[in-house]
């Protein structure tokens, strides 16, 4: 006997519908107070980057000729008219910061879309070409990923020449290597499924099977891996800056900042301690948020 109508529009209204993917990452998401925090902060600096030109107070390359290395505001001897006082050229270090903000954070996210872009690219033609084209590609690899980070980037700038793009450019070779690995083991370890052989049944091109097919499955350790680079490469820029392989003076790079104001290391804290904070607070943001991310794309982390 069939079941009344009534009856089954009661039972669907019963029955809550499953959540979206959005809503399943933001529930997961959300019960990791360190990622929420990590995430807050990510968000007033990009929102401070975004506005450094209306929120600074005074043009970050400005020099006021009577006041040079003064303190914070709210240090003896400060004003309050420059809140974190001035570097050895009377510029405002508040105003500097909030526009170093925009070159780290745009510089970190350039450097970590190259080499996951290139990386990508390779790691998939290593993963579908095999044999002697995998074997010289993961050689090469493995000869850049053995030598120090940091050492690598040295090398490659000394062969391009200092500067803001060339150090974006060591740094992305400095990560490659991660990113195609991590693609090629992801990869080759969906090529043996069902749905990839029914592609290519059903006559599906290499391109395809790559872009299409393969790669939206090997996206969460993408995601985690290059959400911890962002990180790291604002720390490595800031240590080409400092080395001063990276952005060159007058730039508003932390890094850079922090080159400039070592020899003032004794007896003006101020201007070696913000910008190193400002270092500090945005890559703990971004691991913060890794880490946050890694827990609910990881099916073995995530929480319940």
Same mark, same amino acid.
């Given at each position: ?31 990791? /107070? ?7 902060? @990510? =968000?007033?600096? &990009? !929102? %401070?980057? #975004? *506005? +450094?030109? $209306? ?40 105003? /500097? ?7 780290? @954070? =745009?510089?970190? &996210? !350039? %450097?970590? #879309? *190259? +080499?996951? $872009? ?55 070779? %400095?990560? #490659?290597?991660?990113? $195609? ?124």
């Amino acid at each position: 006997m069939a079941a009344a109508p009534g009856s089954l529009r009661e039972r669907d209204r019963s029955e809550p519908e499953p959540p979206g993917p959005l809503a399943d990452f933001w529930h997961h998401f959300r019960r990791n /107070r360190g990622a929420l925090v990590g995430l807050a902060v @990510l =968000a007033v600096l &990009v !929102l %401070v980057a #975004l *506005l +450094a030109d $209306v929120l600074a107070p005074h043009p970050p390359d400005l020099q006021y000729r009577d006041s040079l290395l003064l303190p914070p505001a709210f240090q003896e001897g400060g004003r309050i008219t420059f809140l974190l006082g001035t570097d050895a050229l009377g510029r405002d270090i508040f105003s /500097r910061i909030l526009h170093g903000a925009r070159y780290s @954070l =745009a510089i970190g &996210v !350039l %450097v970590i #879309l *190259l +080499a996951l $872009v290139a990386g990508i690219g390779i790691g998939l033609v290593a993963a579908f070409a095999g044999g002697v084209v995998d074997t010289l590609v993961m050689r090469l690899m493995d000869v850049l990923i053995a030598m120090p980070g940091l050492l690598l980037a040295l090398v490659v700038v000394a062969l391009v020449g200092p500067g803001l793009f060339n150090a974006m450019f060591a740094i992305a070779v %400095v990560y #490659l290597p991660h990113f $195609v690995r991590l693609t090629r083991a992801a990869a080759m370890a969906e090529l043996g499924r069902d749905y990839v052989t029914a592609s290519r049944m059903a006559g599906a091109g290499v391109l395809r099977l790559m872009f299409v097919t393969v790669l939206p499955n090997c996206t969460p350790p993408l995601i985690v891996q290059a959400t911890l680079g962002f990180s790291t490469a604002v720390l490595d820029m800031a240590a080409l800056g400092f080395l001063g392989m990276g952005a060159q003076p007058p730039t508003p790079e932390w890094g850079t900042m922090l080159a400039d104001a070592r020899e003032f290391i004794l007896r003006a804290w101020w201007v070696v301690t913000m910008p190193g904070l400002a270092i500090l607070v945005t890559v703990l943001a971004i691991n913060l948020v890794g880490d946050g991310l890694r827990d609910v794309l990881d099916p073995r982390l995530r929480m319940t």
